[in-house]
């Protein structure tokens, strides 16, 4: 155990250099990470306005108080490793990472978490800006707001394993951009990104509520604007769970598979 | 007449290339419909609850977004890989290959290299403008015909401007990819119609980062509600632009000391 907390606290250094080393990085990336929620919730807020004042519900402060959220909760959730892999594989770099002693996913892990630390104050603030400028109509639940803490965990926790595992498919093919893409679109779709999941389709919903997507963007964000029964909320941390489980039982197989396949072409 | 043979040069020489990893155009294909039929299936959701949005229609929409992945997939397609090439090139000293050369030496950093399969956002971004057009029907007459291709060749030359003159201030600065991807993510935005921005935003679309006047302003012609002094201003900023870039060019080519070669 101690061991591995050594390995987060050196990740830790790392990362924090390499951030500082790449700052106009950081810039474009938190352009796509605020431009996103922004254009939606730009959207929907025209949308309410030209039907009178509110749609499905939402007013346009509520929109705006749905795609801040959101882009906070995106941000915390998010992982950047399928682009990674398909570099790691084709490069050969992962194969110093296998020669360490513990599995290369605890410094990914540290490295996200760094750059979350680095970064949250930074969306903090353009969130805080975003807040003055439309108005979002924000009245949080005391006991939404703690069931918050643990929600938003389990999202960031099956987010990583379903991304990680997701971008092992570099094993196989290095041609990962268009299986990327079609997880990001779905994304989109199912995690609420594009609209609150309330205002899309039945069918839509209902397999939103099976696949991964919503429960770890869009249910911490309505569960944080206080939108959802207890009930709701219960299913939702069982759903959570369940994801969990697969996806470790997924991660497990499918990186001993990809081993087996990998054959460190280029280091 | 002699530029578009060059042109098209470039274009045959580009092809040649690419032609020899025929698997990326599937891929290239797979990935636009996906783009494309997550933008259309947005728009689907939005319009099922209003029927007009900001005063546009749901076809009118449609055009815009047709706009944005014809303009997007030219970009692609050949100024984007151009200007990233032109950087390479002052960083590694291999412009001087293209300075030598007996042409003007700006038309050939544009063009020197075309990613052909980026064709399938144009061929797509088309498409649905033609669908676009047919739901539009009759309310499409001559002259919005005309304000159209007005508006976006006004567009095509501010945007290229605007890239040129980001590629060229590798002349003077080594890190400039950076900003190539800024106007990348920015350019997003385009595919709403920028009057829907707040006043702020609509600014930096139109004058910092001009996506407005590539997407928004060609559609906006088709809906018939371009007036003579936005196009005017299209052009005012075009020509601004194309001579700024113009300046940029000539004075980094002379800073240009071909240092790695």
């Known amino acids: 155990m101690r061991g591995i907390a050594d390995i987060y606290a050196q990740q830790f250094k790392v990362t924090l250099a390499s951030f500082i080393q790449y700052r106009a ?10 431009l996103e929620p922004l254009i939606y919730l730009v959207v929907w807020s025209t949308v309410s ?10 007013t346009a402060a509520d929109f705006a108080a749905y795609f801040i959220v959101l882009m906070i909760v995106n941000h915390l959730t998010y992982t950047w490793i399928m682009y990674e892999y398909e570099y790691r594989v084709r490069q050969g770099t992962l194969s110093p990472e296998l020669l360490r002693p513990v599995h290369p996913i605890h410094s990914d892990i540290a490295d996200n978490i760094t750059s979350k630390l680095i970064t949250l104050p930074g969306m903090l603030a353009i969130a805080a800006l975003m807040s003055l400028i439309f108005r979002p109509a924000f009245h949080p639940v005391p006991w939404a707001a703690a069931a918050f803490v643990p929600v938003v965990l389990l999202a960031f926790i099956v987010r990583f394993l379903v991304e990680w595992t ?13 299986l990327n893409q079609m997880y990001f679109m779905a994304m989109l779709f199912f ?3 594009i609209a609150p999941l309330e205002l899309l389709p039945h069918p839509v919903r209902v397999i939103a509520f099976v696949l991964p ?3 770890t963007v869009g249910f911490p964000t309505e569960l944080l604007l206080g939108r959802l029964t207890p009930g709701q909320v219960l299913a939702g941390m069982g759903m959570q769970f369940a994801w969990l489980a697969v996806g470790l039982v997924l991660m497990r197989f499918v990186w001993r598979a990809g081993l087996k396949v990998y054959s460190a072409v280029g280091a | 007449m002699r530029y578009l043979r060059l042109f098209l040069v470039f274009f045959r020489v580009g092809v040649l290339g690419e032609l020899s990893y025929r698997s990326n155009f599937v891929m290239h294909l797979i990935e636009s419909i996906m783009e494309l039929g997550t933008a259309l299936a947005g728009l689907a959701v939005v319009f099922s609850y209003t029927s007009t949005l900001g005063g546009w229609r749901p076809a009118e929409i449609l055009a815009l977004v047709g706009v944005y992945f014809l303009v997007s997939g030219a970009i ?9 090439r ?9 412009l001087d290959f293209t300075l030598t050369k007996p042409e003007d030496a700006q038309l050939l950093v544009s063009i020197q290299r075309v990613e052909i399969w980026n064709i399938t956002d144009v061929v797509l971004g088309s498409g649905v403008l033609a669908v676009a057009l047919v739901r539009l029907g009759a309310n499409v007459g001559v002259s919005e015909a005309a304000g159209f291709a007005a508006a976006l060749a006004a567009g095509g030359i501010i945007v290229y401007s605007f890239w040129l003159m980001l590629a060229t201030l590798a002349f003077w600065f080594v890190r400039v990819e950076n900003m190539l991807m800024i106007f990348s993510s920015m350019y997003e935005a385009g595919r709403w119609p920028v009057g829907f921005y707040p006043r702020w935003l609509r600014f ?11 997407t928004t302003v060609p559609a906006q012609a088709l809906a018939g509600r371009l007036s003579v002094s936005t196009l005017a201003g299209a052009y005012a900023l075009a020509a601004v632009l194309a001579v700024l870039s113009r300046a940029f060019w000539r004075v980094g080519v002379r800073r240009y000391s071909s240092a790695s070669s």
């Open chain 1, 191 to 193: 995690s609420g990104q």
């Open chain 2, 204 to 214: 930096m679309l139109t004058f910092l980062i001009p996506v407005a006047f590539a």
């Open chain 1, 213 to 215: 997507f919503r429960w």
């Open chain 2, 76 to 84: 692609r397609m050949v100024i984007q890989p151009s200007m990233e």
């Open chain 2, 86 to 94: 032109l950087i390479e090139g002052v960083h590694e000293g291999t």
């Open chain 1, 25 to 34: 990085a950081l810039v474009i990336w938190l352009i796509g990470h605020v």
């Open chain 1, 166 to 178: 997701l971008a092992l498919a570099a094993f196989w093919t290095t041609r990962v951009s268009a």
């Open chain 1, 49 to 58: 306005r030209s039907t009178g004042g509110s749609v499905g519900g939402f």
